[in-house]
Nanobody
Framework: QVQLVESGGGLVQAGGSLRLSCAASGRTFNRLVMGWFRQAPGKDREFVSCISSTGGTYYADSVKGRFTISRDNAKNTVYLQMNSLKPEDTAVYYC???????????????????WGQGTQVTVSS
């Protein structure tokens, strides 16, 4: 089972930027579909972005054009660059991995079986 550790959250003003990082353990990282999700207070966990093992990227409409997901397989790390942040982006952000062998991308959190502890992102207006 891969273990995930997020970092990079914080407090930023609207219009600012943050970069989240997610470091993964294990030697199979380059074969994993990786995703970012977020959960605001009182709301369900929602899809933000994911990246396939071959580098294909997908985004929720709410972040398209502002967020960029990327991966560095040599460092076992996936990133989420967040620009033009809005107060509605405030949430706990989670990194997640799909099971090894599940090569298809997915927007559903139920299909990911490894999760980080989450990192808080707060955007002030």
């Amino acid at each position: 089972q891969v273990q995930l550790v997020e970092s990079g959250g914080g407090l930023v003003q609207a219009g600012g930027s943050l970069r989240l990082s997610c470091a993964a353990s294990g030697r199979t990282f380059n074969r994993l579909v990786m995703g970012w999700f977020r959960q605001a207070p009182g709301k369900d966990r929602e899809f933000v972005s994911c990246i396939s093992s071959t580098g294909g990227t997908y985004y929720a409409d709410s972040v398209k054009g502002r967020f960029t997901i990327s991966r560095d397989n040599a460092k076992n790390t996936v990133y989420l660059q967040m620009n033009s942040l809005k107060p509605e982006d405030t949430a706990v952000y989670y990194c997640a991995a799909r099971p090894l062998g599940s090569g298809l991308i997915s927007f559903s959190p139920a299909t990911y079986d490894a999760w980080g502890q989450g990192t808080q992102v707060t955007v002030s207006s």
